[in-house]
């Protein structure tokens, strides 16, 4: 079946650990994204990439970095400089036209131990 | 001003009651619009697109008034499996990125 895997469904972080977050589709979609859920909150976007080797920051970069290699993968690391990481993170992503909506992974959680 | 606006409610309703949510949007510029639906601890899903004219798929009717800037969702006959929180998306054209609504919360009770 087509569709976006993220990996691991639960992921937990000590103090000064960078951990890594996995996204991957084989949907054939050329852009990606990152975004970080806190409870009762909207979607916050992290980072976005609409090709390989290409991304640009969202709303709330700062904390994060991502890389872009493979058009089917794009893994965020949470680094120590992210204060606040325990939330939940979905990954997404999109055909090429504008009018195509995002499909989202089934998410990961992260907490601070 | 947010780009997108929900009511984020709680909207509570007894079943088979019709309910409507409201959207607005601030980018006259904005081409596409979408309905997401999110349960609890789940990631969203696309529920229907939102085309110009209007369109229906089931119980759910989705409208778009691009004069005053906003979206409609429309949910007739009510399921309690209808209780879910409901995000609206919208699009600009040469835009990277979507910006969503933080959402409409609904429970439908027996």
């Known amino acids: 079946d087509g569709g976006i895997t993220q990996s691991p469904k639960y992921l937990f972080r000590k103090e000064g650990q960078n951990v890594t977050l996995s996204c991957e589709q084989n949907?054939?979609?050329?852009?990606m994204y990152w975004y970080r859920q806190d409870p009762g909150q909207g979607l916050r976007l992290i980072y976005y990439?609409?090709?390989?080797?290409?991304?640009q920051k969202g709303d709330i970069a700062e904390g994060y970095s991502v890389s872009r290699e493979k058009k089917e993968s794009f893994p965020l690391t949470v680094t120590s400089a992210q204060k606040n990481p325990t939330a939940f993170y979905l990954c997404?992503?999109?055909?090429?036209?504008?009018?195509?909506?995002?499909?989202f992974g089934d998410g990961t959680r992260l907490s601070i131990l | 001003r947010k780009e997108v606006e929900q009511d984020p409610g709680p909207f509570n309703v007894p079943e088979g009651a019709t309910v409507a949510f409201n959207c607005t949007y601030s980018?006259?510029?904005?081409?596409?619009f979408f309905w997401y639906r999110q349960d609890c601890r789940k990631e969203p899903k696309l529920l229907m697109s939102?085309?110009?004219s209007g369109n229906e798929d089931g119980r759910f009717t989705a409208q778009l008034n691009r004069a005053s800037q906003y979206i409609s969702l429309l949910i007739r006959d009510s399921k309690l499996s209808d209780s879910a929180t409901y995000l609206c998306?919208?699009?600009?054209?040469?835009?990277?990125?979507?910006?969503f609504g933080d959402g409409t919360t609904l429970t439908v009770k027996p």
């Open positions: 997404a992503s999109k055909g090429r036209d504008y009018n195509q909506p995002q499909h």
């Open positions: 949907l054939n979609h050329d852009a």
């Open positions: 990439s609409q090709i390989v080797n290409d991304f």
């Open positions: 980018n006259s510029a904005s081409q596409s």
């Open positions: 939102v085309y110009s």
């Open positions: 998306v919208v699009t600009l054209t040469n835009a990277g990125k979507s910006t």
